[in-house]
C-alpha cells in the first residue's frame, strides 16, 4: 500500500480531485449538450469533453502506478448540481441558460482546482501538470461560451 502522508499522498490526493473534478464536468455536460441548439456551442462542448476524458485517461494511469481506483464526485454536490441544471432548464432550456450553467461550472472547478494546488504543495510534478491543464481546460471553455451568455 502507498504512504498517503507526505509527496506520495499529495499526489494521490490531488489526482483523486482531478478525477472527481473530471467526471463532475463531463456529467454536467452529458446533462446539457442535447438541448444546445447552436451547433458551434455544441462542438465547443463535445470538444471540452474529449479534453476533459483525454485528461482522465491520463489521470487513471498515474492513479494505477500509486494503487488507487480514482474518487467519484461528492454525491450531494453532483445532486445539487443536476437539480439546479433541470429547474433552470425547465424554466427556460436557451442556449443562455445552458452556457450560464457551464460557466458556472467551470468557474467552480477553477477554484477548487487551485484550491488543490494550494493545498497538496508537495503533490509531484506530473499530477501538478495534470491539474494546471484541467485548470485551463475549464477556464478556456467559460471563456469560449461567453459568447452565448
Not at 503533490?123 to 452565448?148: C, F, H, M, P, W
Amino acid at each position: 500500500m502507498v504512504d498517503k502522508t507526505g509527496a506520495d499522498g499529495d499526489t494521490v490526493k490531488l489526482l483523486k480531485e482531478c478525477d472527481a473534478g473530471i467526471k463532475m464536468g463531463v456529467a454536467a455536460i452529458d446533462d446539457v449538450i442535447d438541448n444546445v441548439e447552436n451547433t458551434d456551442f455544441r462542438n465547443l462542448l463535445h470538444d471540452s469533453k474529449n479534453q476533459h476524458e483525454k485528461l482522465k485517461d491520463e489521470i487513471l494511469v498515474l492513479l494505477n502506478e500509486h494503487n488507487d481506483d480514482g474518487k467519484n464526485p461528492n454525491p450531494m454536490a453532483k445532486g445539487m448540481s443536476w437539480v439546479k441544471t433541470n429547474m433552470k432548464m425547465a424554466v427556460d432550456g436557451t442556449d443562455n441558460t445552458i452556457a450560464d450553467l457551464i460557466t458556472d461550472g467551470c468557474n467552480m472547478g477553477v477554484k477548487s482546482l487551485s484550491r488543490y494546488l494550494n493545498q497538496y504543495k508537495s503533490a509531484d510534478n506530473k499530477s501538478r501538470n495534470i491539474t494546471g491543464r484541467l485548470v485551463q481546460i475549464e477556464d478556456r471553455l467559460a471563456t469560449d461560451i461567453r459568447q452565448y451568455l
